[in-house]
């Protein structure tokens, strides 16, 4: 079935508005319940995937082993029909999205039985499209914009990681000092930030504790949305004075000058991933098990230690990405984690709220995060 006559099959029972589906359904509560809404799955054991393909969620140790099958599986599962599925992605050059570039590039996918494609799209233009099903997927994080959608009503949840930074990596919070400042202490009250996302973006909970030490709280930053290429033009130029740097762009800055890191993402602890909306949350789960399916493989298969270390591996990951190999090499791999922790996405209401862009009172876990679709695709009941 085709994602626009699965997309059109949705629009027509929900009815003819978003709001109007937000009043005839409500979003499913819980991992248990989503399941029941798409119909009792059985969750059996899978070859290659053991013990260690799942860890304890509650597990915030900074230095987790993330959960691992072995190369190659979860072995694929072909559909009995071919699915088309659209993932939207903020960027398609971010080392972070390689994992869903080489498993489009190596065929992971199609041995689903997917055809998938990778589609640019800002986070809060593709929500609606993604509620609605006009999209299958997104590869971004739980911002504000998320949980204010989920708040009014958009049947979104969380349903995948994608990494965590290593103990290395200086990806995050970058200032440019002031003629007499120095990195132990900044003055970050009033000053201008560059980001992706703006206010309501993940970076604001470990943004957060590195402003504590800093003279400057969230409510303090002014905040500029920038396009992907132009937040470190915008650090180097002064058009911001500040920015979040992510690997391996931070490389551009480190070891010069006038820079000072400042902080970044907490270790073991994913804050971005794949996100669903209905259609592979109840209206098409054996879809949306498939597509993790392959994202894990592809972690497992290219990912699973150090993939920088394989010199060839990088060559081709920084064509694929289309980034300067030189820098790709200089930085510290990312620790590429399908799993999520409990808690993310409470702590990063907090934060949300400090920023002031939280619409009403919190969510719980069960209403923003579906652990049981990646837990399937490795062989682990809840």
């Not at 098990?289 to 150090?306: M, Q």
Request: hydrophobic residues 40%; neutral net charge.
């Amino acid at each position: 079935m085709s994602r626009r006559a699965r997309a059109y099959a949705v629009v027509l029972a929900a009815g003819a508005t978003l709001l109007a589906s937000a009043a005839c359904s409500s979003p499913p509560e819980s991992d248990s319940s989503s399941k029941t809404a798409a119909g009792q799955r059985t969750v059996r054991p899978v070859e290659g995937c053991g013990a260690k393909a799942w860890t304890d969620p509650k597990d915030l140790s900074p230095n987790r082993t993330p959960a691992r099958c072995l190369p190659g599986a979860p072995p694929p599962q072909p559909l009995s029909e071919p699915r088309e599925l659209t993932i939207a992605t903020g960027t398609l050059s971010a080392e972070y999205v390689a994992p869903l570039q080489v498993a489009l590039d190596k065929g992971e996918f199609k041995k689903e039985g997917l055809d998938v494609e990778l589609k640019v799209l800002p986070t809060p233009d593709a929500l609606p499209l993604l509620a609605k099903g006009d999209i299958d997927a997104l590869w971004a994080a739980p911002e504000a914009a998320v949980m204010n959608g989920v708040k009014g009503g958009f049947d979104i949840k969380w349903v995948a990681g994608n990494f965590s930074p290593d103990p290395k990596s200086k990806s995050g919070l970058w200032v440019r000092l002031k003629e007499g400042e120095s990195a132990s202490r900044v003055a970050m009250a009033g000053r201008k930030l560059g980001t992706m996302i703006g206010k309501g973006s993940v970076i604001a909970y470990p943004m957060e504790k590195a402003l504590e030490q800093h003279g400057g709280g969230l409510a303090e930053i002014r905040y500029q949305q920038l396009g992907s290429a132009d937040v470190l033009t915008a650090l180097q130029n002064g058009g911001v004075d500040s920015a979040w740097l992510l690997d391996p762009v931070w490389r551009k800055v480190a070891g010069q000058q006038g820079y000072a890191f400042l902080g970044g993402q907490p270790q073991g602890e994913p804050l971005g991933g794949m996100l669903y909306g209905r259609t592979l949350l109840q209206d098409d789960v054996d879809a949306g098990v498939a597509l993790l399916r392959a994202y894990i493989r592809t972690v497992n298969t290219y990912f699973a230690s150090d993939y920088k270390q394989d010199a060839s591996f990088v060559t081709y990951l920084a064509k694929l990405l289309n980034s300067e190999e030189s820098i790709l090499k200089s930085t510290p791999p990312l620790r590429m984690d399908w799993e999520i922790r409990s808690g993310t996405t409470n702590r990063l209401q907090s934060a949300y709220e400090s920023q002031g862009v939280a619409e009403g009172s919190p969510l719980p876990e069960s209403r923003t995060v579906n652990r049981s679709l990646y837990g399937e695709a490795v062989g682990h009941a809840p």
